[in-house]
């Protein structure tokens, strides 16, 4: 009897063709060490003034910015912030405000009642233990609501120009999958294993700096879907190269 695919079955099969996975990079460690370096030359040579595209003029717009942007996209948070922080400049004047009236700002970048709880308890608590002032440390970025590694990295690079750790979003957790520079990772989603993963690979004083140029080459040339390989500057070195149907 003649077997016939459904429907469902053909759109799985169509999926499975476009988002094909690069085999497993089999390289020594040193290997991998000398091909991330050369992917850091490539990368400086495409974006040397790679940097956030979050827009902020202090560590408290900063930080408000990059907690506004956990699932929406770095420029819905733009066209959200020049409002917020005119009603809201400081911590003070955010932990004062009304949460009806703060979801309503920040509607528009999504899961807006979990932010504003956290937006609002970041504030009160930058307020009582830290003067108003965004901390200048991990260990007390991270008591904050709403602050994980990847914030306070962000933070503490950005402005503060620390460079603690490398800021891993759902970008540089694609490329870094794709790149083959995580070994340990469950998946791209796996940030803290990837995390621990690239920073042997990188020089310290690069980290903040890397994270922004991959978010970059993430937006622009390596993206979730249709990734244009033919464009890539890191194309000799990426062993994903030709897997995207």
């Known amino acids: ?122 504030a009160k608590l930058v307020c009582d233990e830290f003067g108003g002032q965004i901390p200048e440390t991990m260990e007390d970025l991270l008591q904050l609501p709403g602050v994980a590694r990847k914030t306070a990295n962000c933070v503490l690079g950005t402005w503060y120009r620390q460079n603690a750790g490398i800021v891993v979003d759902t970008h540089v957790g694609r490329l870094a999958e794709r790149l083959g520079l995580t070994t340990t990772a469950r998946d791209s989603k796996d940030a803290e294993r990837i995390e621990r993963d690239l920073m042997p690979l990188f020089p310290q004083d690069t980290w903040t700096w890397l994270a922004h140029a991959l978010m970059q080459h993430g937006r622009t040339i390596c993206t979730a879907r249709k990734p244009k390989c033919d464009q890539c500057p890191l194309a000799a070195d990426c062993p994903s190269v030709g897997t995207f149907a």
């Open 1 to 122: 009897m003649k077997k016939v695919r459904t429907k469902a079955r053909r759109k799985h099969v169509g999926s499975a063709v476009r988002t094909k996975r690069a085999k497993p990079v089999r390289e020594t460690p040193a290997a991998r060490q000398a091909r991330a370096l050369r992917l850091l030359d490539q990368l400086r040579a495409a974006y040397p003034d790679a940097t956030s595209a979050l827009h902020f003029e202090n560590a408290y717009q900063l930080l408000v910015a990059t907690i506004l942007s956990a699932q929406c996209t770095d420029e819905r948070v733009n066209q959200v912030t020049p409002d917020l922080f005119r009603c809201y400049p400081d911590a003070r004047a955010l932990a004062a405000a009304d949460r009806a009236d703060l979801e309503a700002a920040i509607r528009s970048t999504g899961f807006f009642r979990n932010k504003a709880k956290s937006l609002l308890g970041m």
